[in-house]
């Protein structure tokens, strides 16, 4: 069982950073693949990231080149390091983990509960 608990969210003018953490307890992170999803209000759950337990990485197009993301297996966190954030940006960031090979919302075997990233015009 494991346990995703983010962190970092707020409230950031358009043009700016911030960065999100994912701590995971529990047995079986170390093991998994790590994503990042997105849900903006009104609209569904979108895929923003994944990296694997030995560090490659997958990012969206809609963020490529402004979003990274990065792990500590030793730590059990996860990191979305997020700059140059735009108003659409603006979504609760969840954090997921996965021993599934595919990356739907449906694959994700552990959620965290969220964090609001709110980025102003």
């Known amino acids: 069982q494991v346990h995703l608990v983010e962190s970092g969210g707020g409230l950031v003018q358009a043009g700016g950073s911030l960065s999100l953490s994912c701590a995971a307890s529990?047995?079986?992170?170390?093991?998994?693949?790590m994503d990042w999803f997105r849900q903006a209000p009104g609209k569904q759950r979108e895929w923003v990231a994944d990296i694997s337990r030995g560090g490659r990485t997958n990012v969206a197009d809609s963020v490529k080149g402004r979003f990274t993301i990065s792990r500590d297996n030793a730590k059990n966190m996860g990191f979305l390091q997020m700059i140059s954030l735009k108003p659409e940006d603006t979504a609760v960031y969840y954090c997921?983990?996965?021993?599934?090979?595919?990356?739907?919302?449906?694959?994700?075997?552990?959620w965290g509960e969220g964090t609001l990233v709110t980025v102003s015009s």
């Open positions: 529990g047995s079986g992170f170390s093991i998994s693949t």
């Open positions: 997921a983990a996965r021993d599934s090979k595919r990356v739907t919302i449906y694959d994700m075997d552990y």
